[in-house]
T-cell receptor, first 113, second 114 residues
């Protein structure tokens, strides 16, 4: 039973570019949440997807957008990258009825130069 | 505002010693509390989860306690090992707007030295 998988594991971009990160949830999970974790900080909630809709959103600008596919996998898109977007991006999956039980992927380390 | 505060921010202990990490929260209404271990550059891995009615939960050398009245939790690590070096994050699940929401603490960075 595969857990949460994220790709790519590492990514280097330059300012102004756009990036797409991908996540496959744990088998049987229908809800995907995305988090940004800066070095030395706790994860910050970006948004959550359920039934292909954005259900909750944290305090992130519109440059951050996402999508969920019918197979529950998800993408995180970031446009017009800033240096401050450099962080570990974590995907977590859960069941809609038990959102407290989050299972995390290993993350994508994004560096913006 | 829902908040989760952890202490200490960082901790250095000798291999084989015990330690206790603290978590205080103001999340309301409360649903559950989970402790995660996060190695540097990796995703968090769940250690324990407790609901309102549970006041202790063990996972090997890790024992978590919960006092829902004082809104405090602790994570006790027994006979520490070098592999315990990591950040430990307290995550509290609450209810809001019809959805369950989670609030993360900023973590305690533990370093176990020989």
């Amino acid at each position: 039973d595969a857990g949460v998988t994220q790709s790519p594991t590492h990514l280097i971009k330059t300012r102004g570019q756009q990036v797409t990160l991908r996540c496959s949830p744990k088998s049987g999970h229908d809800t995907v949440s995305w988090y940004q974790q800066a070095l030395g900080q706790g994860p910050q909630f970006i948004f959550q997807y359920y039934e292909e809709e954005e259900r909750q959103r944290g305090n992130f600008p519109d440059r951050f957008s996402g999508h969920q596919f019918p197979n529950y996998s998800s993408e995180l898109n970031v446009n017009a990258l800033l240096l401050g977007d450099s962080a570990l991006y974590l995907c977590a999956s859960s069941l809609s009825g038990d959102l407290g039980k989050l299972f995390f992927g290993s993350g994508t380390q994004l560096s913006v130069l | 505002k829902n908040q989760v505060e952890q202490s200490p921010q960082s901790l250095i202990i000798l291999e084989g010693k015990n330690c206790t990490l603290q978590c205080n929260y103001t999340v309301s209404p409360f649903s559950n509390l989970r402790w995660y271990k996060q190695d540097t550059g990796r995703g968090p891995v769940s250690l324990t989860i407790m609901t309102f009615s549970e006041n202790t939960k063990s996972n090997g050398r890790y024992t978590a306690t919960l006092d829902a009245d004082t809104k405090q939790s602790s994570l006790h690590i027994t006979a520490s090992q070098l592999s315990d070096s990591a950040s430990y994050i307290c995550v509290v699940g609450g209810l809001g707007g019809g959805y369950q929401k989670v609030t993360f603490g900023t973590g305690t960075k533990l370093q176990v030295i020989p």
